[in-house]
């Protein structure tokens, strides 16, 4: 079983609609939690940044941790065709430096 | 600020061959960590690099190596190419402030096809 497990999607939603994504993991050492946004032949962009547990909202975008529960979200507000990418969800112990874990990557569609 | 620049972006070799990618981040950031993207196995960490010094290591084999240079520029070398070694290689660099661990940001990545 994998460290951090995401559901590969697709997930397709109309525009306008709200998006929503989550992780679970099993190392209870993760404290450092990502989003990363991937488009097609792209490296991935960082969307979101949280420590340990509590919600963080920066515009369209809300990151949520819920650390008793090994669950994290993220959820895309007034979602856009522009918001269709690869959504991957990362983690990282304090102990293990600089070492992401990534869950496999949600695939999202957003139609016009 | 330019980002996180790797070079070259694409490269194709055949198997048994070596290869050598290279990375440069951002301005004043002294990380920088390897990894692999493939569809089967996703993202994977390769290794991190922070003033020189291999600070931590995925699980590969030693035919995937790196070093970092005294500018935070860093490469990494695969020997003996096998098919399986296809893939996005991808380079992030952080800061590293007075915490172990920072956000990383990612290059575009250089597209391995080995044949």
């Known amino acids: 079983q994998k460290e951090v497990e995401q559901d590969p999607g697709p997930l397709s939603v109309p525009e306008g609609a709200i998006v929503s994504l989550n992780c679970t993991y099993s190392?209870?050492?993760?404290?450092?939690f990502m989003w990363y946004r991937q488009y097609s032949r792209k490296g991935p962009e960082l969307l979101m940044y949280?420590?340990?547990?509590g919600n963080k909202e920066d515009g369209r975008f809300t990151a949520q941790v819920d650390k008793s529960s090994k669950y994290i979200s993220l959820f895309i507000r007034d979602s856009q065709p522009s918001d269709s990418a690869t959504y991957l969800c990362?983690?990282?112990?304090?102990?293990?430096?600089?070492?992401?874990?990534f869950g496999g990557g949600t695939r999202v569609l957003v139609k016009p | 600020k330019a980002g996180v620049t790797q070079t070259p972006r694409y490269l194709i070799k055949t198997r048994g061959q070596q290869v050598t990618l290279s990375c440069s981040p951002i301005?004043?950031?002294?990380?920088v960590s390897w990894y692999q993207q493939t569809p089967g196995q996703g993202l994977q960490f390769l290794f991190e690099?922070?003033?020189?010094?291999?600070?931590n290591k995925g699980n590969f084999p030693g035919r995937f190596s790196g070093r970092q240079f005294s500018n935070s520029r860093s490469e990494m070398n695969v020997s003996t190419l096998e098919l399986g070694d296809s893939a996005l290689y991808l380079c992030?660099?952080?800061?590293?402030?007075?915490?172990?661990?920072?956000?990383?940001?990612f290059g575009p990545g250089t597209r391995l096809t080995v044949l």
């Open positions: 301005s004043g950031h002294r990380s």
């Open positions: 690099y922070f003033s020189e010094t291999q600070r």
């Open positions: 992030a660099s952080s800061w590293i402030p007075v915490r172990d661990t920072d956000t990383q940001y």
């Open positions: 990362a983690m990282s112990a304090r102990a293990a430096g600089n070492k992401l874990t």
């Open positions: 949280t420590y340990s547990s």
């Open positions: 190392n209870s050492a993760f404290q450092y």
